[in-house]
């Protein structure tokens, strides 16, 4: 026997060793690591928690969430519109979190920016007519006024950097959903801004997003587009099993 014919022996020897093993292991609820090698390689499993302060930020988040659920159950039963304003919220979060401003007070914003559409669904009424309702809840004015704002037609104009944000997180939310809803996994994680800007181009689809607006309102925030566009994707990804878009 030649040398080459004795390697292909023992190579051959060596794999057969190696899958007899792991095979007797698996049978045997042993680990296979152990079996080939005296030992587990996975020695160690490393537990990742979430720091205290994002464990706090989650808590005061849900208890605001359920608060205004409460508050403002009377005014919003449509689940399409339920969705809109947390996909919103969550694109408003995104922006506080990642710009350095006050998570909750930019969250509950986008929370509360379509409250009054069910009782007001024109625009002569909303968001105008939601004004007292608001004033009622104890709202402060900084976000009555980005509330407000975030609607053309009210003449208000748009000044601070959360009111900006909020008509840039608005419209482009409704598109990025129904892009996603017409992809074969119907979800947010392989959604990419370069599926939201094919469908851009095609003004039969999802007509109701008004692509002029979203583009100003990209344009007022200091964002590009489509950089805008894959920041909210990444935002609403945060919530897609609320949103209905986890593809399941």
């Keep these: 026997m030649n040398f080459l014919s004795f390697r292909k022996l023992l190579s051959l020897f060596l794999i057969l060793f190696c899958t007899v093993s792991v095979c007797e292991a698996q049978r045997g609820g042993r680990n296979p690591e152990k079996a080939l090698f005296g030992k587990s390689l996975n020695t160690k499993r490393v537990k990742y928690r979430e720091s205290p302060s994002v464990v706090k930020a989650k808590k005061k988040q849900a208890a605001n969430q359920e608060k205004l659920k409460r508050e403002y159950a009377e005014y919003v039963k449509n689940e399409s519109l339920v969705r809109h304003m947390l996909a919103v919220e969550a694109a408003m979060r995104f922006y506080a979190e990642k710009l350095g401003q006050d998570i909750e007070t930019w969250g509950i914003t986008g929370l509360l920016h379509d409250f009054d559409w069910e009782i007001h669904p024109t625009l002569e009424e909303h968001p105008l007519a939601g004004e007292p309702i608001l004033h009622q809840h104890g709202v402060p004015e900084e976000?009555?006024?980005?509330?407000?704002?975030?609607a053309d037609h009210t003449g208000i104009p748009r000044e601070t950097l959360?009111?900006?944000?909020?008509?840039?997180?608005?419209?482009?939310?409704?598109?990025?959903?129904?892009?996603?809803l017409v992809r074969p996994s119907r979800a947010l994680y392989d959604l990419e801004p370069a599926s939201v800007k094919k469908k851009w181009k095609d003004r039969a689809f999802a007509a109701g997003a008004n692509r002029e607006e979203i583009a100003k309102a990209a344009s007022e925030f200091n964002v590009d587009?489509?950089?805008h566009t894959g920041n909210v994707i990444q935002a609403m990804r945060r919530i897609a099993p609320e949103l209905g878009l986890n593809g399941g």
Excluded: F, N, P
């Design 143 to 150: 976000i009555i006024r980005a509330v407000l704002s975030h």
């Design 162 to 180: 959360m009111e900006k944000a909020l008509y840039a997180c608005d419209e482009i939310t409704g598109l990025i959903t129904a892009v996603a």
């Design 225 to 227: 587009l489509w950089e």
